[in-house]
Nanobody, 127 residues
Framework: QVQLVESGGGLVQPGGSLRLSCAAS????????IGWFRQAPGKEREGVSC????????LYADSVKGRFTISKDNAKNTVYLQMNSLKPEDTAVYYC????????????????????WGQGTQVTVSS
């Protein structure tokens, strides 16, 4: 069974940091592209960052460049999203998504490109 499980969300003050994890089961990350997305109440789901199966191609939304870092640990079959200098506007439910692409530099920040989704983890940035 192909599955993605996010963890690491929570409440943090503005300027703080969180690290989200996306653990994969049923497939190996060295054959899958992974994306992080977020959805705030009343807003559409937006791409935050994504990484190819090779790890050689990484994309970030302009709103998070310089603050968020995506990485992967193939041995742990897990993708991480390190979020620093958090702002109230980063408050949302964060989802990871995957697509099997083989060993490739293909990846995308479009939610329509992915076919497997996690359940989401809440991130709240507030004082």
């Amino acid at each position: 069974q192909v599955q993605l499980v996010e963890s690491g969300g929570g409440l943090v003050q503005p300027g703080g940091s969180l690290r989200l994890s996306c653990a994969a089961s049923g497939f190996t990350l060295n054959r899958a592209a992974i994306g992080w997305f977020r959805q705030a109440p009343g807003k559409e789901r937006e791409g935050v960052s994504c990484i190819s199966s090779t790890g050689g191609r990484i994309l970030y939304a302009d709103s998070v460049k310089g603050r968020f870092t995506i990485s992967k640990d193939n041995a742990k079959n897990t993708v991480y999203l390190q979020m620093n200098s958090l702002k109230p506007e980063d408050t949302a439910v964060y989802y990871c998504a995957g697509r099997l692409v083989g060993y490739s530099t293909d990846t995308s920040n479009s939610p329509d490109w992915y076919d497997t989704w996690g359940q989401g983890t809440q991130v709240t940035v507030s004082s």
